[in-house]
């Protein structure tokens, strides 16, 4: 993680530095000023925009105890503020957190995922979720999310509008060129940073106690559930995937990979069958490998393999 924050942050550096000498420092510093403040923008209204689109409806402890003891007793044991705790009435079975820091963090569950998991795979999916908040992960993405941002702007502006030079075209369109191109290669990096978050998130929640078996029972659950749920409701949320634990989008492909992993048709994932899984290696087909590329969630196949070799 921290070899992917240095080559991020050297792109966007070297990118500048070119950029600021070819186009004039005036113009160089609006455009970096613009993303930044588009990013501060994000950054502070974020929350409200969740809230709003998943229809967040925010609950005391009498009218969710069971809900708040859990969030209460792994926020404890993370060390951390307890978050607030919130249920989305929503069919998708999900759960997510969000918000700018520890002392505003939220935890949210959708009305489906409360129907759909026991307690313990409850509780292991609340341990994914505030593991997301105790590693501030919210704030994290957010901040890389600007580099591709700002190197959007800078190709944008080059290529359609020359960069304020328009006597050395061919410098001004080859600076736009490969202004565009680490916008590719550094929002791919970006989308890496998420997926890597997914598995510091997964590690974490067995860290606070849950069991492996039962976290991968739980996320072969929330494919299943997402997988039967109504596409229409799947496409409303569709904005909102990167915040959840896992992607519904992907769920009705993913399900037919995950029911070979429930030898006896439980419906669940015992110790025993995730450590089968572990001793099996993984043959993912080409448009799989393109598909995780473009994720931000890793392949969940590969995900539930890397739950089985912790203890």
């Not at 929503?90 to 026991?118: H, K, Y």
């Not at 669940?268 to 099996?280: C, K, M, N, Q, Y």
């Not at 196949?301 to 089985?308: A, D, E, H, T």
Request: net charge positive.
């Amino acid at each position: 993680m921290f070899l992917l924050l240095a080559v991020l942050f050297g792109i966007i550096y070297m990118v500048m530095t070119v950029v600021g000498v070819a186009m004039g420092i005036g113009n160089f510093y609006f455009y970096l000023i613009l993303s930044l403040a588009l990013m501060a923008i994000q950054y502070a209204i974020g929350p409200k925009l969740v809230e709003w689109s998943m229809r967040v409806r925010y609950v005391s402890e009498s009218q969710a105890p069971e809900l708040h003891r859990m969030v209460g007793e792994l926020a404890r044991k993370a060390g951390m503020p307890k978050p607030r705790v919130a249920i989305a009435p929503l069919p998708l079975p999900n759960a997510f957190a969000f918000g700018r820091s520890w002392s505003d963090g939220r935890v949210c569950v959708t009305q489906g995922i409360m129907e759909l998991l026991d307690e313990q795979e409850l509780r292991a999916v609340l341990g994914h979720e505030i593991t997301h908040l105790r590693n501030r992960d919210v704030v994290t993405i957010t901040l890389l999310s600007v580099i591709p941002m700002i190197l959007y702007r800078i190709a944008w502006h080059f290529l359609f509008f020359g960069g304020g030079r328009r006597r050395d075209g061919g410098q001004v369109v080859l600076i736009g060129l490969a202004a565009f191109l680490f916008y590719f290669i550094t929002n791919l990096l970006v989308l890496y940073a998420s997926r890597i978050r997914e598995y510091f998130a997964d590690r974490g929640s067995v860290a606070l106690g849950n069991s492996p078996s039962t976290l991968a029972s739980a996320l072969y659950k929330l494919v299943y559930g997402s997988a039967r749920t109504d596409r229409a409701v799947v496409r409303d949320a569709e904005g909102l995937k990167a915040f959840f634990i896992n992607d519904p989008s992907r769920a009705r492909k993913e399900i037919r990979e995950l029911s070979q992993l429930d030898l006896d048709h439980s419906g669940t994932i015992d110790p025993g069958e995730l450590h089968v899984l572990r001793s099996r290696t993984l043959n993912l087909s080409f448009s799989d490998k393109m598909m995780e590329l473009l994720s931000t969630h890793p392949n969940m196949l590969k995900r539930i393999k890397v739950l089985s070799v912790y203890k």
